[in-house]
């Protein structure tokens, strides 16, 4: 499911990950390296025949950053 509201205001979430950016630069590399191993096994699993290329382009497109 989808949110699709949320409590606070785009510019206060950009601030907070800006802060935490400041405070943390090592996690970018880190989520990075994450989004990179996650994507070379979602590869596999096509490779493999487990997921389409329809769904993996799709979830490529959709979720370019995502972590499971």
Do not use: C
């Not at 205001?9 to 601030?15: S, V």
């Not at 800006?18 to 590869?43: C, I, N, T």
């Amino acid at each position: 499911r989808q949110i699709k509201t949320t409590r606070g205001k785009a510019a206060q979430y950009k601030a907070a990950v800006a802060r935490l950016e400041e405070l943390y630069p090592h996690w970018m590399q880190a989520q990075r390296d994450l989004v990179g191993f996650s994507r070379h096994l979602l590869e596999k699993q096509r490779d493999a025949g487990i997921v389409s290329d329809e769904l993996y382009s799709l979830l490529t497109q959709k979720y370019p950053n995502y972590i499971p």
